[in-house]
């Protein structure tokens, strides 16, 4: 069974920063394609980053530069670094694979105030 759960949201000022974390069992992380989306309130639930099990990221055009994904193989987890936070960065995010099907994290929620 698949499980992934997250942590590390929180609220933080703009500018700050901010680590989630991916925790996953019954999957093994470096051998699979893993992502980060986030849905803010009344918005759809978008594509923030991915790691390819070769180890090749992406990013939305609103966070490059300012957020990293990575993973450690020994924890079986990936990361979503977020530096230079803005209000609009606001949302609930979720960690996500596909394997056979799509598996989702209970999602953490990021709030950028001050």
């Known amino acids: 069974q698949v499980q992934l759960v997250e942590s590390g949201g929180g609220l933080v000022q703009p500018g700050g920063s901010l680590r989630l974390s991916c925790a996953a069992s019954?999957?093994?992380?470096?051998?699979?394609?893993m992502n980060w989306y986030r849905q803010a309130p009344g918005k759809q639930r978008e594509l923030v980053a991915s790691v390819s099990s070769g180890g090749n990221t992406n990013y939305a055009d609103s966070v490059k530069g300012r957020f990293t994904i990575s993973r450690d193989n020994a924890k079986n987890t990936v990361y979503l670094q977020m530096n230079s936070l803005k209000s609009e960065d606001t949302a609930v995010y979720y960690c996500?694979?596909?394997?056979?099907?799509?598996?989702w994290g209970q999602g953490t929620q990021v709030t950028v105030s001050s």
């Open positions: 996500n694979c596909n394997v056979g099907r799509s598996f």
């Open positions: 019954g999957i093994i992380v470096r051998l699979s394609a």
